[in-house]
Nanobody, 125 residues
Framework: QVQLEESGGGLVQAGGSLRLSCAAS????????MGWFRQAPGKEREFVAA????????YYADSVKGRFAISTNNAKKTVALQMDSLKPEDAAVYYC??????????????????WGQGTQATVSS
């Protein structure tokens, strides 16, 4: 089993930045896909970004390309999401997710086995 714990959410004005972090603990693993999803009130959970290790390939939803950056520290089993130029529509609960059985990087929630509890990001206009 793996536990994921997110941190770093908060309130920011439009145009500002937030940095989310997620730490994995529990069983050991050496290859993985870690991703971020978000869910706004009344909407489905949607893919934001993912990173594959080994290699470090990154993947982004079109809505965040050029504004968000995902990174990972394999030694610490952490993933971070740097969110810049935030817009009110970025406000949501952000969830960290982990896929240990990947063949490719997934953008669907069903492809990830482990989930964090979520952290709220609020963007005021």
């Amino acid at each position: 089993q793996v536990q994921l714990e997110e941190s770093g959410g908060g309130l920011v004005q439009a145009g500002g930045s937030l940095r989310l972090s997620c730490a994995a603990s529990g069983r050991t693993f050496s290859s993985y896909v870690m991703g971020w999803f978000r869910q706004a009130p009344g909407k489905e959970r949607e893919f934001v970004a993912a990173i594959r290790w080994p290699g470090g390939s990154t993947y982004y939803a079109d809505s965040v390309k050029g504004r968000f950056a995902i990174s990972t520290n394999n030694a610490k089993k952490t993933v971070a999401l740097q969110m810049d130029s935030l817009k009110p529509e970025d406000a949501a609960v952000y969830y960290c997710a982990l896929d240990l059985n990947f063949k490719s990087v997934g953008t669907m929630t069903a492809e990830y086995e482990y989930w964090g509890q979520g952290t709220q990001a609020t963007v005021s206009s």
